[in-house]
């Protein structure tokens, strides 16, 4: 795959079409447009595909920025399906038990993803009040999954008429109430609610905010395992593009778009920063939607338009990383953990209302070695420690600054509550905060959810598929309906592929 590849000739009569953005949604459309026959280019700006999907690769250490594990491969399978082929030809996937262990301060732990056995020992030790009311949680995931995710997910609510559709299953799986709501209706236990509120937060939604329905995009509670891309996330959008490039699809990376031209109310061209110009019947931007209309429509009247109105909407929280490889193997700490302290919900104002660099932390910590031995040296491991904090917008500090003390606070933590000797320890580590994602990604704020998903900022009050005034530009991604997160922008993708094909083909 070269870096610049050049557009092919095409036949005038079939309709073609460019995505802009060669993360998880612009991978997932781009297979969708190009196995339905739309002759499809997919742009990329930097040099590899994956988007927030990121490797280093350092000392035959693999370090990646990105989701955990994969909650759920189905809606992989179902994409690899449309295409005539198995996923499991593209790739290897590794079950991860337990898909997470919660691990609190006060000494309670409880481990996520296990066998029903294993996992009715745990809540019975931990909360055996709530194993009545876990049950009911589990058995509202499976119904709600089907009527409320899987409908509502999936559709592009768009427009009026397409939103009050979707009511009588919004109101059917309670998706009117916040997740945190939801959760505490039927668990009572404090460390049972954290945990399984958490995935919310992993999509960059606050669970006191965000729907019930948020919930779904992860596995259902409990006993699902994870799985792991062998060779890494990185390995997953490499294999996307492999597929889509087996279909006939055009790649070109390394070469930013830098301008969306229109004739009247149509997107006719793509300009990258090489000089290269693209003529398609449709556009779609999977890149960060203020960068979209703030930089990549700036010349047209609808760019700045739309811009002024993301620029006041509210925006998840960003993350702060410490990527680091130790001296050691330990296989008692699991693939992804989280450690939690005495606060939640203070916490959780902090990042999404106050703004506050807190002292204390929700860290989560990915251990990929331990199920993946390719990720690093035999002998040696490979972790990457995630805490949220408050976007550039709420919490204008200079990073680069406080990078090494933040850095030495989150490792002290790791070291205190699993690895005692940690420091002594390190062979390699680095960081990662938002103005790294401002400046590699073109997030807004260093958001690294994009729009939050409030109550204000779900389903049709998000960004829609579809542009209202340009008639063939279209986008997905995490500012559009269903939100951020693995399954929420493959459905989006999915939404959108249905839209974009009964208008263009």
Same mark, same amino acid.
């Given at each position: 795959?070269d870096?610049?590849?050049?557009?092919?000739?095409?036949?005038p009569?079939?309709?073609?079409?460019?995505?802009?953005?060669?993360? +998880?949604?612009?991978?997932?459309?781009?297979?969708?447009?190009?196995?339905?026959?739309?002759?499809?280019?997919?742009?990329?700006? !930097?040099d590899?595909?994956?988007?927030?999907?990121?490797?280093?690769?350092?000392?035959?250490f693999? %370090?990646?920025?990105?989701?955990?594990?994969l909650?759920?491969?189905?809606p992989? =399978?179902?994409?690899?399906?449309?295409?005539?082929?198995?996923?499991?030809?593209?790739?290897?996937?590794?079950?991860v038990?337990?898909?997470?262990?919660?691990?609190?301060?006060?000494?309670?732990?409880?481990?996520?993803?296990?066998?029903?056995?294993?996992?009715?020992?745990?809540i019975?030790?931990?909360?055996?009040?709530?194993?009545?009311? %876990?049950?009911?949680?589990?058995?509202?995931?499976?119904?709600?999954?089907?009527?409320?995710?899987?409908?509502?997910?999936?559709?592009?609510?768009?427009?009026?008429? @397409?939103?009050?559709?979707?009511?009588?299953? +919004?109101? &059917?799986?309670?998706g009117?109430?916040?997740?945190?709501?939801?959760?505490? *209706?039927?668990?009572?236990?404090?460390?049972?609610?954290?945990?399984?509120?958490?995935p919310?937060?992993?999509?960059?939604?606050?669970?006191?905010?965000?729907?019930a329905?948020?919930?779904?995009?992860?596995?259902?509670?409990?006993?699902?395992?994870?799985?792991?891309?062998?060779?890494?996330?990185?390995?997953?959008?490499?294999?996307?593009?492999?597929?889509?490039?087996?279909?006939?699809?055009?790649?070109?990376?390394?070469d930013?778009?830098?301008?969306?031209?229109?004739?009247?109310?149509?997107?006719?061209?793509?300009?990258?920063? *090489?000089?290269?110009?693209?003529?398609?019947?449709?556009?779609?931007?999977?890149?960060?939607?203020?960068?979209t209309?703030?930089? +990549?429509?700036?010349?047209?009247?609808?760019?700045?338009?739309?811009?002024?109105?993301?620029?006041?909407? =509210?925006?998840s929280?960003? @993350?702060?990383?410490?990527?680091?490889?130790?001296?050691?193997?330990?296989?008692?700490?699991?693939?992804?953990?989280?450690? +939690?302290?005495?606060?939640?919900?203070?916490l959780?104002?902090?990042?999404?209302?106050?703004?506050?660099?807190?002292?204390? %932390?929700?860290?989560?910590?990915?251990?990929?070695?331990?199920?993946?031995p390719?990720?690093?040296?035999?002998?040696?491991?490979t972790?990457?420690?995630?805490?949220?904090?408050?976007?550039?917008?709420?919490?204008?500090?200079?990073?680069?600054?406080?990078?090494?003390?933040?850095?030495?606070?989150?490792? @002290?933590?790791?070291?205190? =509550?699993?690895?005692?000797?940690?420091?002594? &320890?390190?062979?390699?580590?680095f960081?990662?905060?938002? !103005?790294?994602?401002?400046?590699?990604?073109?997030?807004?704020?260093? *958001?690294?959810?994009?729009?939050?998903?409030?109550?204000?900022?779900?389903?049709?009050?998000?960004?829609?598929h579809?542009?209202?005034?340009?008639?063939?530009?279209?986008?997905?991604?995490? @500012?559009?309906?269903?939100?951020?997160?693995?399954?929420?922008?493959?459905?989006?993708?999915?939404?959108?592929?249905?839209?974009?094909?009964?208008?263009?083909?």
């Amino acid at each position: 795959m070269d870096a610049l590849s050049k557009t092919p000739g095409r036949d005038p009569s079939r309709r073609s079409a460019c995505v802009v953005g060669a993360g +998880l949604a612009g991978l997932a459309l781009a297979i969708r447009l190009q196995a339905a026959g739309l002759a499809t280019t997919l742009i990329e700006a !930097r040099d590899a595909p994956g988007g927030c999907l990121r490797r280093w690769q350092r000392q035959g250490f693999t %370090f990646e920025e990105g989701p955990s594990l994969l909650a759920d491969p189905a809606p992989l =399978r179902e994409l690899w399906s449309v295409t005539g082929e198995d996923l499991g030809n593209a790739m290897a996937l590794a079950e991860v038990t337990p898909a997470c262990r919660f691990n609190w301060s006060d000494g309670a732990q409880l481990d996520l993803g296990v066998s029903e056995a294993e996992l009715a020992r745990q809540i019975a030790r931990l909360a055996p009040d709530d194993l009545a009311g %876990f049950e009911e949680l589990r058995r509202w995931c499976q119904t709600a999954r089907i009527d409320g995710w899987q409908r509502l997910g999936e559709s592009a609510l768009d427009s009026p008429a @397409a939103a009050l559709r979707a009511l009588p299953a +919004l109101v &059917r799986s309670q998706g009117w109430r916040s997740a945190w709501s939801l959760v505490g *209706s039927m668990v009572k236990d404090r460390h049972l609610r954290e945990a399984l509120a958490f995935p919310v937060l992993q999509a960059g939604a606050s669970p006191f905010a965000a729907s019930a329905l948020h919930l779904l995009g992860q596995a259902l509670p409990g006993a699902s395992c994870g799985w792991w891309p062998i060779g890494g996330m990185a390995a997953l959008a490499e294999a996307l593009t492999a597929r889509f490039e087996q279909l006939g699809g055009t790649v070109r990376l390394g070469d930013p778009v830098v301008r969306l031209h229109a004739v009247g109310n149509r997107i006719s061209e793509a300009e990258c920063q *090489s000089g290269w110009r693209g003529h398609f019947d449709a556009v779609v931007s999977a890149a960060d939607a203020m960068h979209t209309y703030r930089d +990549l429509l700036k010349d047209l009247p609808r760019g700045p338009q739309v811009a002024g109105k993301l620029a006041g909407r =509210r925006y998840s929280p960003s @993350a702060f990383s410490v990527h680091f490889a130790l001296e050691g193997t330990w296989p008692g700490i699991p693939h992804h953990s989280v450690l +939690l302290g005495t606060r939640y919900g203070e916490l959780i104002a902090d990042l999404f209302d106050h703004g506050v660099l807190p002292q204390d %932390f929700m860290l989560s910590l990915h251990h990929p070695s331990v199920s993946d031995p390719s990720m690093a040296p035999p002998g040696k491991s490979t972790f990457r420690a995630t805490i949220p904090v408050a976007h550039l917008g709420k919490l204008p500090i200079d990073w680069v600054t406080v990078a090494p003390l933040i850095q030495q606070r989150v490792l @002290a933590e790791v070291g205190r =509550r699993l690895i005692p000797d940690i420091h002594d &320890r390190v062979v390699t580590s680095f960081t990662t905060s938002p !103005r790294d994602l401002v400046l590699e990604l073109n997030y807004h704020l260093g *958001s690294a959810w994009s729009l939050e998903a409030s109550a204000l900022q779900s389903g049709p009050l998000r960004v829609a598929h579809k542009d209202s005034k340009l008639a063939n530009f279209y986008l997905v991604g995490a @500012a559009t309906h269903p939100g951020a997160g693995v399954a929420a922008v493959l459905a989006g993708a999915k939404a959108a592929a249905s839209q974009m094909l009964k208008e263009l083909t």
